[in-house]
């Protein structure tokens, strides 16, 4: 994920409960709230690869 957006997640938010510092091992869900970390570009990028983007399409936009 950060190799892919540059962004961190540090903690997501599913149901009623909150995984702080979740490992390379999690599995995001469709309906899980991400709390992320990055410069604005970066968050961008999450944001694009959230709206159902390839990994491929969000790291094509650092050629940009």
């Given at each position: 994920?950060r190799?892919?957006?540059g962004?961190?997640?540090?903690?997501?938010?599913?149901?009623?409960?909150?995984e702080?510092?979740?490992?390379p091992?999690?599995v995001?869900?469709?309906?899980?709230?991400?709390?992320?970390?990055?410069?604005?570009?970066?968050?961008?990028?999450?944001?694009t690869?959230?709206?159902?983007?390839?990994?491929?399409?969000?790291t094509?936009?650092?050629?940009?």
């Open positions: 994920f190799n892919a957006t962004a961190s997640i540090v903690a997501i938010q599913r149901d009623d409960d909150t702080s510092n979740p490992g091992e999690t995001i869900e469709a309906d899980d709230t991400l709390i992320v970390l990055g410069t604005r570009e970066a968050c961008k990028r999450v944001e690869l959230s709206s159902g983007a390839s990994i491929e399409a969000v094509e936009q650092d050629d940009s």
